[in-house]
């Protein structure tokens, strides 16, 4: 099977020194799930921002599909692999849960009946229909990390990346994410779970990785 | 609670640097202009502070630099004129001695406020209160000043999350691509609210202004060299000002 993504040596070190990560090599097929666990400080957030192109990697390649993702712009790979952020807050800037959910769609061209249409159907996907109308920061942070994947799933990635999306959620909540994930699986849609939680990335992943002093096990 | 002084004090920087930028806001001289800010830069060097530095922060107003110079420019069209478009001057020899002084004016006032950086956050909001500000005023307003990059920051963030929804924000109509915009303040705005709200209950917790006074870790007092300096400063404010007003200094 051909890799969606595709790390080739790739290494990162912060420009006022401190290596990151060393000599990654890994292949990541379309609907595969695949936890990446490590140690705070290990890489781990680092390596699914490469991914995604919000930091460059010092040296070695990322490809995205087939192609060098140096090709591609931020927006072009946001439309390759969705990106749910460790803190949901810094993904939201609309004033609605529905206008978060649409707004992407809106401006990618979508009509305005789908739009609609899609967004009622994530917000009862996600149970969020009672909260349409509501300001995304007043949200718990459960309905926080919802609303987050919410937004994402709506745009039809290809591969999705969670950072942490379990974190502050009491178990009730873990439970209700873990079936949101799996509903996201059963769909056929791929993702890499940034995770610390073992029993929950054995859960609902097909293969876990681990990362150690920036260098993959 | 007396503390040991620390020469240069914040209260000797504070009086420098307000008379330099002031000094640059009010002459229009560049020869006078070039000698503040070679007091300036002569100042940062013995103070211990790269220029590197200084240069590292001119380079990021670079834009604005040569915008102000543009303008400056194009409004003075005094002297020797050297280019000239259906009777407007574009340029000139006044024009370029204006823009001249503006970058100078520019450089000396964010080369004089990088001596600020030679103390920390607390010596700050203490020296603002030895000068007799409200400490509850200083220290919002020291607050509000480290808010600032935290702020770029999450405005950077919401663009690149704007973006990572597979927003091609270049491929867009302007009209639009400022409505996208718009969209950004609210995040931030937000975000500063939230993080307001947090940080206020966090210093209520710890009893911030839960009494009618406080105590002060340190509490230093002037040594004679900050005397020394907060005099030559003012005299040589006042000097500058006096020759201004007689009209010797432009």
Redesign the interface.
Known sequence: MTAYIKLEQVSFSWPQGGQVLRDINLSIEKNSTIALMGPNGSGKTTLGKLIIGLLKPSSGRVFISGTDAEEYSLAARGRLIGYVFQNPEGQFFASTITEEIGFALKYRGMSPDKVQQRVEEMLTLFELEEYADTFPFNLSQGEKQRLALAAIIALRPGFIILDEPFTGLDWLRKQRLQEVLQRVRNEGVGYLLISHDRDMASRLCSRVLQLEGGELQ | MKGRPEFPDVRTLFTAVLIITSLAIAINDYLWLLILLAITLASLLIAGIHLTRLLRRLRRYRWLFLLIALAQSISNGSGTVFLEFQGYVLLSSGGLLGALAALLRITVILAAVGLLSLKDYQQMVTGLAQMGVPYEFAFMVLLAVRFIPVLME?FR??L??????????KA?PLG?RLK?YS??L??TT??AL?RSRRIAIAMEARAFRAYPRRTWLQWPSLTGWDWFIIALSLGFGAGVLYFKIRGVIA
């Open positions: 999450e963030n919401s690149a999350a704007i973006e990572l929804r597979g927003i091609e924000l867009i639009q996208v969209y950004l609210m995040p937000a975000g939230i």
